[in-house]
Nanobody
C-alpha cells in the first residue's frame, strides 16, 4: 500500500517558521522525484519545491525562493520542507507528491495534505 503522510502543519505568526514532513512507504522511494505543492480554496495546486532523486537537485517556486528549504532522507524515506519568514500568503494546504517509476510504469502519488495558516 502506497502512503504519503504529511505532518507539521499548524498556525504560525507572520515571520515565523514551520517545518513540514512527509513519510513515504509502499514504493521505491529512491527512484521517485518528490515535490511539495500547496493549494488555497478556488486556486489551482501550486508547486512549491521539487527534490529530485540522488544526486539531489532542488527547485523552488519564485514565491518561496530563499525562505523555504526542502530536503530528503533516503534512509528514513522522508522529505521535509523548512519554511522561514512565513507570510500570510503562504497560508494553504500543503501536499507531498511522489512521481517516478515502479517497474515499467510511471506513477504519481499524493498525500492527504497538512494545513498551514499564517496569521497574527
Amino acid at each position: 500500500q502506497v502512503l504519503l503522510v504529511e505532518s507539521g502543519g499548524g498556525l504560525v505568526q507572520p515571520g515565523g517558521s514551520l517545518t513540514l514532513s512527509c513519510a513515504a512507504s509502499g514504493f521505491p522511494f529512491g527512484q521517485y522525484n518528490m515535490q511539495w505543492f500547496r493549494q488555497t480554496p478556488g486556486k489551482d495546486r501550486e508547486m512549491v519545491a521539487i527534490i529530485t532523486t540522488p544526486p539531489t537537485k532542488k527547485t523552488y517556486a519564485d514565491s518561496v525562493q530563499g525562505r523555504f528549504f526542502a530536503a530528503r532522507d533516503e534512509a528514513k524515506k522522508t522529505i521535509s520542507l523548512q519554511m522561514n519568514s512565513l507570510k500570510p500568503e503562504d497560508t494553504a494546504v500543503y501536499y507531498c507528491n511522489a512521481y517516478g517509476p515502479t517497474g515499467l510504469f510511471y506513477n504519481e502519488y499524493w498525500g492527504q495534505g497538512t494545513p498551514v495558516t499564517v496569521s497574527s
